[in-house]
């Protein structure tokens, strides 16, 4: 443990004495540079790690079997940028990884608040990045070398809307009224306010939607308010602190709805389940991606297997998004016969990829197509349950779990 | 009505952990004038040793302080002999702009150590009073926020019976009210700013132990109780400790209704707009007495 935790910022130091001396060796120009910028140390270094490891899998594949084939059988070689989860070193990182280290394109930044600035300074050097984020604004800024293969925002809202909504007119009681509960920073703010318009338009009654303080010590108010208006469905946008704060005073005040549902964020993380337990049970969120869509797509199961073999986790939406954005890459440089920025750039706004046993497709859709702003329409988002402890599959239909069952009303089993 | 009593009642409860570190932050600041930025990191090495003795050796968090209280005392006696002294003794200034800079430092180091060696896991503790609810008329009171206003109440009694029925105690206030009076008078005034730190990190350890069965574990979880606590300093009396004590329960309080019947977020602006007006219109606060 102590050697450990010790090892840790002495590896670090070494780290950045080798990536600030080494200069590209003589010779590697033969190879493709792909720069990851992510969160590799900081409060999120959890998920660079995972998001490291699924890229490491997918370059080593690629490399084992010839490399890039059009391009004579260059190897891929990826190259890290650690944004430590801020926005400032993002940017400075995408600068370096640009400058220095020559990539030909790249892929990031996990939070949308570190990519939504690095992914400009991508644009102004004319380098593509691919997103991984769900900020709508990022693909809507007219760049042209930015592009997101996966769901925006709004795209998650309207999953778990839709995906409610249907959820619940199989089930008794229906729904609706609604109240949304979200945390004041950009990504609650935003999230929220794309919910209400779909909850209305779903014909429920939204009775408030209402952008708490971010780490607020004590929420009782908020919980006693949404209990007076007795929704049917209470939302939450929330980071984890949040989140196992308000589900466990919901359980104090006595408010359970028919309903609890989730945008994502810290609802949908491990923590959340080992810490809240029983509380969990029920709760109905949106991802991007789920074991359980294995289930329909068998190479996904086996791709997840093997990831879990060796990493000893399975796959996440944001370690399979980045997986993803990778394959798209090497798609676009196979018909772009170059490295060259513009010809690899229009490659990528050219991508038509349909085969759902193309390794795109670990996050699977109709198709992954770039409209003009760089975001694919075609993008979709899926709706979860957490049941006993574990995420079911449950929506949309095409995707879901033949054998889940939903879990209706919240907290069914301990009412 | 039943909601803004129920709104009002659970500002109470929380008032009572605002209170507590309050009075931490009260003590420091009433002995040396010195603003301790690493207030709220203290509450979090405070929650951290209840929450890790309670994983590792099943110690119920309300018997936690009968270690958290001691170590935390030793804790910031230490802070106090090794860091802050040196500087204050070099200061000349009664209220030194310098040590308030280093215990800001003092709370960075602290919080990124916790993030290196516990990881930025949130960690919550479930014990049997985790959730427990008590009904009474019609109201939802929360067993382990009441115990916290008890432990405020408690901590209150203690403090002020120490620093009114005990040399030590009455040593601490002399040199709060005159450090040079005081020294002149054979009072080793850098040993008491010692016993000061400690005690107001002692305090951490109590708020600790009655926070962890209610509330999340993180690094970073000192930052919003921390500045909740200014306000209610501010509020109550810069130096007063009653003052401290009850701007909790007044923070709390207004908190809860503002929240009810505005928004969350507007609490928030009315917290701050009252620790603006309070600066302005009466700077020793409700309890506090001017000084020149």
New interface residues.
């Given amino acids: 443990m102590r050697y450990d935790?010790l090892r840790?910022?002495i590896v670090l130091a070494l780290a950045c004495v080798a990536t600030t001396s080494s200069v590209p060796p003589a010779g590697a120009a033969d190879d493709v540079r792909i720069g990851v910028v992510a969160p590799m140390t900081?409060?999120?270094?959890?998920f660079g790690q995972a998001q490291k490891n699924a890229l490491t899998l997918a370059a080593d594949d690629i490399n084992a079997a010839g490399g890039i084939k059009s391009l004579g059988g260059a190897k891929v070689k990826l190259i890290f940028g650690d944004t430590r989860g801020e926005a400032d070193t993002g940017v400075t990182e995408t600068e370096r990884l640009i400058t220095r280290e020559k990539v030909h394109a790249l892929i990031g930044a996990f939070q949308s608040g570190v990519g939504f600035p690095s992914s400009a300074m991508a644009e102004k050097h004319q380098i593509p990045w691919l997103t991984f984020g769900t900020f709508d604004k990022i693909t809507e800024r007219g760049f042209k070398y930015v592009f997101r293969a996966h769901a925006n925002d709004t795209i998650k809202a309207r999953a778990l809307i839709e995906g409610l909504v249907a959820l619940g007119k199989r089930s008794s009681p229906p729904i609706k009224s609604a109240v949304v509960l979200a945390e004041?920073t950009e990504w609650g703010k935003s999230v929220s306010d794309k919910q209400r318009n779909f909850l209305e338009k779903a014909g429920v009654k939204v009775h408030f939607v209402?952008?708490?303080?971010y780490?607020?010590?004590?929420?009782?108010?908020?919980i006693?308010?949404t209990k007076?208006v007795r929704p049917d469905l209470v939302v939450a946008d929330s980071y984890?602190?949040d989140a196992?704060?308000i589900t466990?005073q919901m359980?104090?005040?006595?408010l359970r709805p028919v309903a609890y549902a989730a945008g994502g964020g810290g609802h949908v993380q491990p923590?959340f389940l080992k810490?809240?337990?029983k509380l969990s049970d029920g709760i109905i969120a949106a991802t991007m991606w789920d074991a359980a869509v294995g289930k329909k797509v068998p190479w996904i199961a086996k791709e997840n297997e093997r990831h879990a073999a060796k990493f000893g986790v399975p796959y996440t939406e944001d370690s399979a998004g980045f997986y993803q954005a990778f394959q798209i890459i090497v798609d676009a440089l196979e018909r772009a016969k170059t490295t060259s920025a513009k010809p690899l750039r229009d490659a990528i706004a050219a991508t038509n990829i349909t085969d759902v046993n193309h390794k795109a497709m670990l996050l699977p859709y109709q198709a992954i197509r770039f409209d003009e702003t760089g975001q694919n329409p075609l993008a979709t988002a899926m709706v979860v349950q957490i049941q006993g402890g574990k995420f079911r599959l449950l929506y949309p239909e095409s995707i879901a779990e033949p054998d889940a069952k939903v879990l209706w009303p919240y907290l069914a089993t301990t009412r | 009505m039943r909601g803004l009593a129920q709104a009002v009642t659970s500002g109470l409860l929380i008032g009572g952990v605002y209170g507590l570190i309050a009075l931490g932050l009260n003590i420091v600041f009433g002995t040396m004038r010195v603003v301790n930025f690493a207030q709220g990191t203290l509450l979090m090495v405070g929650m951290f040793v209840t929450y890790w003795l309670w994983e590792l050796g099943g110690v119920h968090p309300y018997l936690s302080p009968l270690v958290t209280v001691p170590l935390l005392f030793g804790l910031g006696f230490l802070i106090q002999h090794l860091f802050v002294s040196p500087l204050l003794a070099r200061e000349r200034a009664r209220e030194p702009m310098s040590v308030l800079l280093l215990t800001l430092g003092l709370a960075l180091v602290l919080e990124n150590a916790a993030l290196l060696f516990f990881s930025a896991d949130f960690k919550t503790v479930t014990t049997d009073v985790s959730m427990q609810t008590v009904k009474t008329a019609g109201l939802i009171v929360s067993v382990p926020r009441l115990v916290g206003l008890a432990a405020l109440a408690a901590t209150s009694v203690a403090l002020y019976v120490f620093l009114t029925r005990t040399d030590l105690g009455r040593a601490v206030r002399a040199t709060g009210q005159d450090r040079e009076v005081a020294r002149l008078m054979g009072i080793n005034d850098f040993r008491i700013y010692g016993v000061a730190y400690g005690l107001s990190a002692a305090m951490m350890g109590i708020a600790g132990a009655v926070l962890v069965p209610f509330f999340y574990i993180h690094p970073g979880v000192g930052t919003s109780f921390l500045l909740k606590a200014f306000v209610i300093v501010v509020l109550g009396g810069l130096g007063s400790m009653p003052g401290a004590a009850l701007g909790g329960l007044l923070v709390g309080v207004i908190e809860g209704a503002v929240a009810l019947w505005v928004q969350a977020a507007i609490a928030q602006i009315v917290l701050f707009g009252i620790f603006v007006a309070i600066l302005f219109v009466r700077p020793a606060g409700l309890l506090g007495v001017e000084r020149r």
């Fill in positions: 935790t840790i910022p900081g409060p999120t270094a959890k004041n209402e952008n708490y303080p780490a607020a010590p004590d929420l009782t108010s908020l006693v308010k007076g984890l602190g196992l704060l466990r359980h104090e005040q006595e923590d810490n809240m337990a």
